[in-house]
């Protein structure tokens, strides 16, 4: 997989390959392609080191990191900040908190990761990557972005929840209803048939609005 050079106007999408690159991080050189083999990956960018938003998320992920771990999703952070000022700070942090950030923060002074994934947002800011996460699935796939602005800290709930939503619609082939959460009812897919409708409309083991909407239980 090589590395990609993107405009920088435009910015990766929802089912693009994620981008390639190799970069300095705080667990050592990481070439994105050969990261996380057969797992997922949660990637996400905060403003800078040493601020209280984002240390307040980092910690966040770092006191879940069990919880990713469960679910084969490895965790990657960046900020454009250099090596020795994320030591700084996780070594800070761990001071004062107790709580260790314990995957890879990528070092990104030159800002080649941030504008290759869009999380350089120059009417946000010119030098600070905004608050983005890419969830990327085990074949490298982008499969859910979300961006926040400088001054607003990201939701932990919502960021797992959809990680388990996305893994849950891969394994059984469905989709999700507003506000799903685990253990709740799927939607089964439409028919795209007559036959298939009629089929539907029979089935009595479905919860039925209509044929349009059915939703099961896993």
């Known amino acids: 997989m090589e ?3 993107l405009n920088p106007t435009m910015m990766p999408r929802i089912g693009d390959d994620a981008p ?11 070439t994105f392609s050969e990261f996380a083999k057969d797992k997922w990956v949660v990637m996400f960018s905060h403003p800078a080191d040493f601020t209280p938003v984002c240390t ?9 990191k069990a ?3 469960e679910l084969n999703t490895e965790l990657i952070g960046l900020s454009i900040d250099s090596i020795h000022a994320h030591l700084a700070w996780v070594d800070n942090v761990r001071k004062n908190t107790g ?4 995957f890879p ?6 800002m080649k990761v941030s504008k290759l994934y869009g999380m350089l947002q120059p009417n946000e800011s010119q030098t600070a990557a905004v608050r983005a996460v890419f969830f990327i699935d085990p074949k490298k796939k982008i499969r859910l972005i979300m961006y926040y602005p400088l001054n607003v800290g990201r939701n932990m709930d919502e960021i797992i929840r959809v990680l388990k939503a996305l893994q849950t619609t891969d394994k059984f082939g469905v989709a999700l209803p507003l ?3 685990p253990g709740e009812k799927v939607i089964v897919p439409p028919p795209k048939t007559l036959d298939e409708m009629d ?19 896993l």
Do not use: H, P
């Open 3 to 5: 590395e990609q050079i």
């Open 20 to 30: 390639d690159f190799t970069a300095v991080t705080t667990k050592g050189q990481v």
């Open 56 to 64: 307040t998320e980092m910690s966040g992920f770092a006191t879940r």
């Open 67 to 69: 919880e990713f771990d």
């Open 99 to 102: 709580v260790y950030f314990d």
């Open 105 to 110: 923060i990528i070092a990104d002074l030159d």
């Open 179 to 181: 506000n799903w959460t």
């Open 199 to 217: 089929a539907r409309i029979k089935d009595d083991s479905l919860e039925k609005v209509d044929f349009y909407l059915a939703k099961k239980t």
